[in-house]
């Protein structure tokens, strides 16, 4: 289901925003070490009936975990910021949460969050964010990419992760698109 590695190395997801929509886009890369183990993973989910998208760079387990958290707070807050906020205050003092090495990207049809262990909760300055490896390569193509007439959020995400695994080892081309 998903990428392993500290901080997200060896997985790539980008969030575009453009017009009202808002799309994460996920590599399948899963890689151990210097070899490809899988090429076809998902490392994005909905959350609260459809109404909350996330990406996940890290490892399986933590991913999981986050995930599970997250869903916890959505149910409890019903808003995603507060959610954010609450899990990063989680993530942030858990003496286990604080162990994970991983970055989160969550987003719903209002706002985009990028979380980590780190107690970092950063919106995006400029409607487009990338985690993981490739995260910055994509993150740069799709900002090219945003006041392009004629494209889309989807069509923004899936050129900037074609770029992205371009340049990036860890970055393949089998895209999972969640959008809102």
């Known amino acids: 289901m998903m990428a392993g590695g500290l901080f997200g190395h060896g997985t790539t997801i980008l969030g575009v925003r453009k017009d009202k ?9 899963v890689t151990h070490g210097q070899t490809v183990m899988k090429a076809n993973a998902r490392k994005l989910r909905e959350m609260q009936q459809g109404k ?14 986050l995930f599970e958290r ?6 409890q807050h019903n808003r995603l910021v507060r959610a954010c906020v609450e899990l990063s ?3 942030r003092s ?15 049809s209002e706002s985009m969050f ?29 900002r090219a990419l945003l006041d392009v007439d004629g494209m889309d959020a989807q069509a923004i995400a899936e050129k900037a992760m074609s ?18």
């Not at 909350?52 to 975990?65: N, S």
Request: proline share 1%; charged share 20%.
């Open 21 to 29: 929509r808002v799309v994460l886009a996920g590599d399948g890369q």
């Open 52 to 65: 909350v998208i996330a990406g996940f760079a890290g490892g399986t387990a933590d991913a999981l975990t």
């Open 70 to 75: 997250l869903e916890r707070h959505l149910e």
């Open 89 to 91: 205050k989680e993530w």
């Open 94 to 108: 858990d003496k286990y949460l604080r162990r994970l090495e991983a970055m989160m990207l969550v987003a719903d």
């Open 114 to 142: 990028l979380l980590s262990g780190a107690g970092d909760m950063l919106e995006p300055e400029h409607d487009v964010m990338g985690i993981g490896s490739g995260g910055n390569f994509a993150m740069a193509a799709g």
């Open 163 to 180: 770029i992205a695994a371009d340049l990036c080892i860890y970055t393949n081309k089998e895209l999972t698109l969640l959008s809102l």
